[in-house]
C-alpha cells in the first residue's frame, strides 16, 4: 500500500514562499504522474500542478511563473515551491501520486492527508 506524506505548510505573509514536500514510501519514479492539488474553504478540488513520469509539467493558470513543482527521485519526494504567494491561494494542499496498474492502462490514485497553506498579514 502507498502512502503519501505531505508537510511544510504554514502561515505566511503575502509575497511571501513555501515548500511544500511530499513524500512516497514507493520510488515516484514509478507513478506516470505525480500531482498537487489544493482545496479552498467551500470550493472544490483543483489541480495545481502536475509532472509526468518523463519530467514533464503543467500548471494551472493561477500559479503559473509563480509555482514549481519537481521531483528527486533519490529521496523519493515531490515537491512544490510556492513563490509569490497571495491571499486566493490559501487552502489546505494534497499531492497525488497516479499509477498504472495492468496492460490496459488501468490507473490508481493515491491521496496524502494534505497540509494547510494560509496567506494572511
Known amino acids: 500500500q502507498v502512502q503519501l506524506v505531505e508537510s511544510g505548510g504554514g502561515l505566511v505573509q503575502p509575497g511571501g514562499s513555501l515548500r511544500l514536500s511530499c513524500a512516497s514510501t514507493?520510488?515516484?519514479?514509478?507513478?506516470?504522474?505525480m500531482s498537487w492539488y489544493r482545496q479552498a474553504p467551500e470550493k472544490q478540488r483543483e489541480l495545481v500542478a502536475v509532472?509526468?513520469?518523463?519530467?514533464?509539467?503543467n500548471y494551472a493558470d493561477s500559479v503559473k511563473g509563480r509555482f514549481t513543482i519537481s521531483r528527486d527521485n533519490a529521496k523519493n519526494t515531490m515537491y512544490l515551491q510556492m513563490d509569490s504567494l497571495k491571499p486566493e491561494d490559501t487552502a489546505v494542499y494534497y499531492c497525488?501520486?497516479?499509477?498504472?496498474?495492468?496492460?490496459?492502462?488501468?490507473?490508481?490514485?493515491?491521496w496524502g492527508q494534505g497540509t494547510l497553506v494560509t496567506i494572511s498579514s
Open positions: 497525488n501520486a497516479r499509477a498504472v496498474v495492468n496492460v490496459e492502462g488501468a490507473t490508481v490514485d493515491t
Open positions: 509532472i509526468t513520469s518523463a519530467g514533464s509539467t
Open positions: 514507493r520510488r515516484v519514479s514509478s507513478f506516470s504522474a
